[in-house]
């Protein structure tokens, strides 16, 4: 029964009894974790040692957990709380914004699957909700890197029908089945403004996108998020907050 410790992000959580919890965790090096915190609502001294008075939805801590190939859940047997996020109670569209994260993540990773990269992009995009200014960068920045993460980067540099140079135009229209952009129209496509590409190129660089035209980052984001409903095949009940800008 292999033993480790990582550092998590609690994207999911239900109680299980009385005194304890079945969590997923996205962890830095094991992936998403799904496990069974026994004994981690109890208030006894031990306890509290133990997990830090329980595990509370989008908080990081460090975790050890025992896993075994015949139990679909693993053990829990340690959590020590590091962030608390605790903005997040205080602000309505923040706590929105990242359970529209935690859903989102928690639905495109696979089990124990490990994706460093995209615990590091909801571990910052978590930070980022601190500013309130700089929200829809954050949120955009996030979308992004889980997606190319994944494996689901689009293209924004060839025409993925014509398989060529996409070329300069007013606007766009990107096919969700091809994971790209076009400059030809179909049933299913989505129209996205050329100003919108160029917002997505600078994040495709890694510029800082701090202060760019609202608009452009809301369109962008609605763009990112129907691609990732489109990938999904289904919409995810938090998706509102991203589709219908807050």
């Known amino acids: 029964m292999p033993r480790f410790k990582d550092q998590a992000i609690c994207i999911r959580h239900i109680d299980w009894s009385e005194t304890s919890q079945v969590v997923v965790l996205l962890t830095q090096e094991h992936g998403k974790l799904r496990g069974l915190a026994k004994g981690s609502k109890r208030t006894s001294p031990s306890s509290v040692q133990r997990f830090s008075g329980g595990i509370e939805l989008l908080t990081m801590g460090q975790v050890v957990a025992v896993t075994k190939r015949t139990a679909e859940l693993a053990t829990l047997t340690e959590w020590d709380l590091q962030e608390d996020h605790h ?94 952009l076009t400059v030809e129209n179909g049933v299913a496509d989505w129209r996205v403004r050329a100003k919108t590409v160029a917002l997505l190129r600078r994040v495709l660089e890694g510029e800082d996108i701090s202060g760019a035209d609202a608009d452009s980052v809301g369109r962008a984001n ?15 009940p938090t998706m509102g907050v991203v589709l219908n800008g807050g």
């Open 87 to 180: 903005y997040l109670r205080r602000d309505l569209t923040a706590q929105r914004l990242a359970m529209y994260a935690a859903d989102l993540a928690n639905a495109i990773l696979a089990d124990e699957d490990a994706h460093p990269g995209a615990f590091a992009a909801v571990s910052e995009f978590l930070a980022g909700l601190a500013d309130g200014a700089d929200r829809g960068a954050a949120l955009l920045r996030f979308q992004w890197a889980l997606l190319e993460d994944c494996g689901f980067r689009p293209e924004l540099g060839r025409d993925v029908r014509r398989d060529g140079p996409l070329g300069k135009a007013r606007a766009y229209t990107f096919d969700p089945v091809a994971g790209g």
């Open 222 to 236: 609605r763009l990112l998020c129907v691609y990732a409903r489109a990938i999904l095949d289904k919409e995810l």
